[in-house]
């Protein structure tokens, strides 16, 4: 019996691919992880890293590496896989090329994961959707909020796959390495031989449309990595243009699987919601979380992107605030019990001004002020200090 050999992986031609090209991933992918292990390991010595990544990028060679696997557990417990440093300059090679493409055809109001977009320019859009609707209050107006239900474990990856190369084939005229990568990146699975960094007892508090080891055969993206987010954009948005173009939608606003209509009619939008979902099940293979549909009249408000917004006024979401003094309480005890060390110090500082940096957004100065001049009486304030505005922390000298 004659058993057939695979087939050789397809090389490119190097007109196809530049040494530049990659070394500009490089940077990118740099410029956020230059202090993480993987990426000094490659520094050490990159131009020869770079030089055998380019040459197994042209000869079809490239694979994605093994996956490092862990827990966070704030803001809310979610399953994060960590590429090789590797392969995300690979994902910034790829993801450099697609943008030109994907911009113009993500719609205008879809602001995850792009430039000059992201959480405040959204919460923005809202609130002027909310007040425009609502006469600035005065007219009666109603919010519709969906969730996908785990979202990114339930995205089909052969039907992301195949959506993503028909894109691709109607944009570029000789695509064929670019879409060698995204069967590369969209059909692997991450949790093969992956290495997991937590304690394995906090995959128990996981529900299983949370997590990789447990979602669906065929689906899944791993959760940070910059091709999922990418591309998860990319899957919403055929649902992004049947609510404009065919539903013509006019206020709607989407982050993630996050998304809102803005209606004067409450009856349109209880209408609407059955040809939502049933276009999410045929198209995408996803299905609205059914404990996060939200509808109600704006002046009640809705909670979106750490925000809360009504139409006369935006404040900081209230697990924003519970999580900042948590943070706040910890670092409190931890400084009772010994004197943090600069490591110690080093994360107060970035995890504090983090939380100071995103409440500065909204009406917070008085809590801010009132939160910190509560933990930094003791001995906290013996290493930080803050100015009256409370925009942000120092340590001291």
Not at 292 to 297: F, R, T
Request: glycine share 4%; net charge positive.
């Amino acid at each position: 019996m004659q058993v057939n050999s695979p087939a050789p992986p397809a090389t490119f031609s190097k007109d196809l691919l530049s040494f530049e090209e990659v070394l500009c991933a490089y940077f990118d992918c740099r410029r956020t992880k230059r202090w993480s292990l993987g990426a000094l390991e490659f520094e050490v010595d990159y131009e020869h890293n770079l030089f055998t990544l380019y040459d197994d990028l042209i000869d079809g060679n490239w694979k994605p590496g093994k996956s490092s696997c862990f827990i966070v557990t704030q803001p809310v417990i979610r399953e994060i896989f960590a590429a090789p440093f590797r392969d995300r300059i690979v994902h910034h090679l790829l993801i450099n090329r697609l943008n030109p493409y994907f911009e113009p055809y993500f719609i205008r109001d879809s602001y995850a994961c792009r430039k000059e977009k992201g959480i405040f320019a959204a919460i923005s859009r809202l609130e002027h959707f909310i007040r425009s609707c609502s006469q600035n209050g005065t007219k009666e107006t109603f919010i519709l909020k969906i969730d996908i239900k785990g979202f990114f474990m339930s995205i089909n990856r052969s039907l992301l796959c195949e959506k993503l190369e028909a894109f691709i084939d109607s944009k570029l005229p000789c695509a064929e390495f670019e879409k060698s990568l995204v069967r590369k990146i969209v059909l692997s699975d991450p949790t093969e031989n992956c290495i997991r960094r937590s304690p394995a007892h906090l995959w128990k508090n996981l529900p299983p449309d949370k997590s990789l080891f447990t979602c669906r055969k065929g689906c899944g993206l791993p959760i940070g990595n910059l091709t999922s987010q990418v591309f998860a954009n990319f899957y919403l948005s055929e649902f992004d243009h049947f609510v404009k173009h065919t539903l013509h939608v006019r206020r709607y606003v989407r982050y993630v699987d996050d998304c809102v209509i803005v209606h004067e009619d409450k009856r349109y939008l209880k209408m609407i919601l059955p040809v939502l979902q049933k276009f999410l099940k045929e198209n995408l293979e996803l299905t609205l979380h059914p404990k996060k549909i939200y509808l109600q009249e704006a002046k009640h408000g809705v909670e979106f992107l750490g925000a809360f917004i009504k139409p006369s006024h935006t404040v900081s979401g209230r697990r924003i605030k519970r999580n900042f003094v948590k943070k706040l309480q910890r670092y409190e005890r931890l400084a009772d019990d010994h004197k943090p060390a600069k490591d110690e110090k080093n994360m107060i500082l970035s995890s504090v001004n983090s939380y100071l940096g995103i409440m500065r957004h909204f009406k917070t100065k008085k809590f801010r002020i009132h939160q910190l001049m509560r933990y930094f009486k003791k001995r906290l304030k013996n290493h930080f200090s803050f100015k009256a505005s409370a925009l942000k922390i120092e340590r001291k000298k």
